[in-house]
Every structure is written in C-alpha cells, then in structure tokens.
C-alpha cells in the first residue's frame, strides 16, 4: 500500500526566503506526483505534476523535483511571499487510472 | 482550466437530516467523479469513486447507506448524507476526471462545508 508523507508537518519563514517542502513515497512505482496548494476552507489548486519519466518541472517562483527511485520530491518556493502561506499537498498516482494517494501536508507561514 | 463546482460551499443542518451535496464538472465531461472528506489539519481521504450511470466503489470504512452517491450524467454528483450526526461534519471536496486521458486527469471543487449540529 502506497504511503506518502510529507516533512515539515509546518513550516514558519521570513518574506523573501527560499524553502523547500520534501515529499516521500513509499512505492516508486508511481505515473505522476502532484503538488496541490490548498488555502484555508479553500478546494485544492494543482501547482505542479511530474509524470514518472520527468525529473522536475518549473512554474515562476515553484520548481518541483522527482528522484522516483529513492521515492522522493521536493517542492522548492523561491523568494516566497505572504502570499504563498498555505498547505502544500503531495500526491502520487500509482496508474494512469488509478486514485490519488495524498501526503499529510505542509502548512506554510511567510511571515512579512 | 478545466472547471468543477460544488454547492452549497458550506451547510449547517440538524442532526438526524439528511443533507445533499452537488459536485458539477462545468466545461467538461466526466465519466468519473470521486468524494474525499477532509478533517481539521489533516490530508483527505478518498471516501468513494463513482462512475456515471454506475453504482459507486466506496473506500473500507465508509458507510454506503449513510453516504449516497449518485452519478446520474457526466457532468453531475451528488452526495446525501443521510440521518446526519455531529460526527459527519467535515470538510467534503469532489474530483472529477475528465473524459479523455492526460496528465492533468482529476480537478477539484472548492469543498462543501458541513456542520451538523
């Protein structure tokens, strides 16, 4: 059974500094890994997938790395914003149809 | 993007009513819709998987009879929770899937708040 978690738990940093939020993953035999930003009360926003074949991907400010074989990815936020407070989900999809398995989160505090 | 919709975006209803929840795919067909709930602080949880015109798949430990879901078109889902107890409320987003395949294939509602009283 996939298991996926997700360090820190919490994360509390300055305005403007760069931070990466780490995602683990029990089976490397995934299809995709996503990273979701949900805000308070809030529905979740996909950020970023990397199918099992890519290594990383890159939106402005966010870049997400995928090492499948020690079932790892990392998200990494630069110069982040007060904007970017949020819980950061990662999710891995283990086939093309199959469901998603969701990380704990990481719930993120920029401070300005 | 592709659009899902839920309503209502929050409920408070007595315990021992049943209450309805709807998930929309808005701009696109979905032959596969899924139902998560979600506690305070914590990650969701798949409660079921439902396929339009098809009885739904639910997950170990959900109560078919007390979570009804119905996938009547390809663009609709609905939720019932049924004789609702404080226990029940939770945060509950949907997923649907749309009808050709790509790396994007699930896109989530905004989440229906309920709180049973």
């Known amino acids: 059974k996939q298991e996926v978690t997700q360090i820190p738990a919490a994360l509390s940093v300055p305005e403007g500094e760069n931070l990466v939020l780490n995602c683990s993953f029990t089976?490397?035999?995934?299809?995709?890994l996503q990273w979701f930003r949900q805000d308070p009360g809030k529905g979740l926003t996909s950020l970023l997938l990397i199918q099992s074949s890519q290594r990383e991907q890159t939106s402005g400010r966010l870049n997400a790395s995928l090492d499948k074989s020690s079932g790892r990815s990392t998200l990494y936020i630069a110069a982040s914003q007060p904007g970017d407070s949020a819980t950061y989900l990662c999710a891995v999809k283990a086939a093309s149809g199959s469901r998603l398995t969701f990380g704990e989160g990481t719930q993120l505090t920029v401070n300005p | 993007g592709a659009v899902v919709s839920q309503h209502p975006s929050w409920v408070i209803c007595k315990s021992g009513t049943s209450v309805k929840i709807e998930c929309r795919s808005l701009?696109?067909?979905?032959?596969?819709m899924f139902w998560y709930r979600q506690f305070p602080k914590q990650s969701l949880m798949l409660m079921a998987t439902?396929?339009?015109?098809?009885?739904?798949?639910?997950e170990q430990g959900v109560e078919k009879d007390k979570f009804l879901i119905n996938h009547a078109s390809l663009t609709l889902s609905t939720l019932t929770v049924t004789s609702a107890h404080p226990e029940d409320s939770s945060f509950y987003i949907c997923?649907?899937?749309?009808?050709?395949?790509?790396?994007?294939?699930?896109?989530f509602g905004p989440g229906t708040r309920l709180t049973v009283t």
């Open positions: 997923s649907a899937r749309v009808l050709t395949s790509g790396p994007y294939e699930q896109y």
């Open positions: 089976d490397s035999a995934i299809y995709n």
């Open positions: 701009d696109f067909q979905a032959t596969t």
């Open positions: 439902s396929n339009e015109g098809s009885k739904a798949t639910y």
